[in-house]
């Protein structure tokens, strides 16, 4: 195998780990997750030092530092993990229904349904609070998914390329609404600008709080879809041959998807690339069956989260460049090498 | 035959929308014994062989898994008895060896019955049964036509079922990795008991291979029996609309048909 960026991920890349070197890349994962989160608690505007951090979190003193250590780094610290681990999720879930690698949550149009709602419900009913504007994230994202779904059905089945198809038709019609209602608000624009591309600043613990069973939910359902999502990889025939209720799984998916990406987009705004370039780095590192695919990708998604957030403290510094642009240049660059290795 | 057969396909009539593809088809599958499908294209072979999976749906008649009707059968436990390999089966190339094998299993484990050891064991017999062990970590993309034909029938070995259908495994191979599929597919029935139930397009191979050889032609059963019955010049002319000369061939004393021109 060639040398290319996911390697960096772990140096333990083999086709199919046995148990022992699985669990050591479980374990390096998770390792590695805490002390991303760590470093996000820690590193920002103002830098504290661990122990500043250990006694903001458990001897609270009132003091600066404890108060933007648990008022406004802890909770996106927290939201950024279940935001990557769950849109990480659904990417693998998207991409075995599609039967495409190059297929994610945005590929169902439940990010651009999420942004729509969020738009109209700003700029005609003049929604501001970011509670108001996470829960019509989430509704839009839901009703994304039922339409792609209801469409998909209605046409005659919920086969691979119909259902990519679908979504991409959807996802393209509520971006260029979503210009339209902008073109003509620009103080909108200004407002929401930075929600459209997706970010954990200034998120309450609530969200945090509220969000986090939707992603359980999905990341749990996702895990009991994992063997019948392992035949699901081979054509249709041979899954029904294997006796796999196509149909059910799935409807199962699709609920799966549609909580996972709700409740991420409602935290977070669309965060883009997460979904589609995680379930690769994935793979090559536990191979291609399902149970460890998702929990493989849940820990490199939300180590990848983390990450991003902390670079987007940074790359304009002093000001905060939205994480969704950061996960989408970094995520652009890996999805290139990936196609050119194919092509290759 | 003595033994009652292992599948009876009783009064099958079956329709794509108003097309009516088999019309009130009834035949016998005698079990432990490899049975071929063979006619024209169009003639409903492979939606036979299909229907017989329960992937088509019949509007009339029905089809005896020893004695019970198969539409009467769950997901899990039909697919615990019937196996297939579809006519082109597809998989991702990153996926290895092992892991298609291993979709066979899916059948016999459920949520509460997790991967066991009679999984592992069938596994690995499956994959030393069709020779693909050594090829147990490479993925599918790195394999040839022969090789991945080996897998995919490992894969239904894996499954473990009484009647194995494959529908049409040896199309796009070579002459010689014709000959090892089928001989892979003797094996699945003379060492591992399978009933086998084959669609096959070459009437040679077709000829070769058979314990009992299926004609079918405008949705019912033409003629069916052991190769030496059916490989007559007048029934072949009937069947396939071909004039052709049936030889007995040197090598294996099978009955051999040379096709002189179209009626």
Redesign the interface.
Known sequence: MQANVLHEVSSNAT??PRSTSLGLVYGGLLITLVAAMVLSVTVGYRIYSLPQAFAALFAFDGSEAATVITSLRLPRAIIAPLVGAGLAIAGVQVQTLA?NRIASPDTLGLNAGASLAVVVASAVFGVGSLIGLSLTAALGALVTSLVVFAIAAGAGGLSPIRIVLIGVTIAGLGQSIVQIILTNNEAQLQNLLFWLAGSFVDRPMTLALSGGPFILAGAALAL?LA??L??L???D??A??????LTLVRIGCFVSVSLLTGASVAMAGPVSFVGLVVPHAA?RLV???HGRQIIAAALIGAIYAVLADVAARFVIFPVEAPVGAITAVLGGIVLVALLRRRAA | MTDSPAIAVDGLTLAYGNTSVLDTLSLAIPRGKITVLAGPNGCGKSTLLRAI?R?HKPSAGRILLETTDIAKLG??M???QI??????????E???V???V???R??H?S?LQPWSPDDTRALETAMAGTGVTHLR?R?LGSLSGGQLQRVWIAMVLA?ETEVVCLDEPVNHLDMSHQLDCLDLVRQLNSQFGRTIVLVLHDLNLAARYADQLVFLRDGVVAASGPPEELMVEDLIARVFDVDAMVITDPAYGRPLCIPLRTR
């Open positions: 086709p199919l039967r009991l063997r019948p392992d035949a990889q081979a054509d025939e041979t029904k041959g294997l006796g796999v209720p793979r191979g291609l069956r | 999976r992937l997901e899990r039909l697919a615990r196996g297939l390999l579809a006519q082109s089966p597809s998989a991702p990153d996926m290895t092992e892991e298609l291993r979709l066979g899916y059948p484990q949520m970590e993925h499954q």
